[in-house]
């Protein structure tokens, strides 16, 4: 009897792991976590519109405290490996529950945002490794000098590269795409859906995703015009 009690105890964090459900709550709680990120960073980057000064104390502020610091990117790094698992994971299970496609396929219940899921998810990870070897590591600085500790200048002199805030500002747009739907999805992963609250719910992500778009898109047009220096 006890040893069936362990086996049964023992199986249900394998099954949860394994569930649909549980793929799911797993990529609602680490994209809430990057979402965090995304609008701390936000803030954080929008100070290069107050000043070489402002920027670059907030650079030497995160360098100064390296322990938060490592502690923050390594939750992050185990959000975005949870995250990409979960998605893979729901995916195939997708697959394998219609192995044939449609025929004729009609998007009436989705949306571009959902369509476009599992194919921007793995473009933006893309554009968060080569932004971390362009702006952090400075290994990847096409067209100009990277300045070890000068933010300011690094961010204003890449962003003034044509080609870099192009890729930068499309790698944004599908972000936001991806928070549009990511939010929204989160909500109903962890239970936090309603039928009179799913137009409050879906309007307040797309709201929240257009204004992702314009803060982060507004630092390289901002450069590109001539507004930062």
Partial sequence: MSATLV???ESRPARFWDSTNGQKIVMGITGAI???FVIAHLLG????FLGPEALNAYGRFLRGVPEILWIVRIVLL???????WSSIKLGRRKLRARPIGYSRKENIASTYASRTMYWSGPIILAFVIYHLLHLTAGIVHPGF???EGD???NVVASFQVWYVSAWYIFSMVLLGFHVRHGAWSMFQSVGI???RHTSI???AAAVVAVLLVLGYVSIPLGILLGLVK
């Fill in 34 to 36: 990057l979402f965090v």
């Fill in 145 to 147: 000098d990277f300045v």
């Fill in 78 to 84: 185990a959000a975005v490996i949870l995250h990409i």
């Fill in 7 to 9: 086996s049964v105890r």
């Fill in 201 to 203: 719910l879906k309007n």
């Fill in 151 to 153: 933010v300011y200048h």
């Fill in 45 to 48: 980057n929008l100070q290069v």
């Fill in 193 to 195: 859906n309603h039928a």
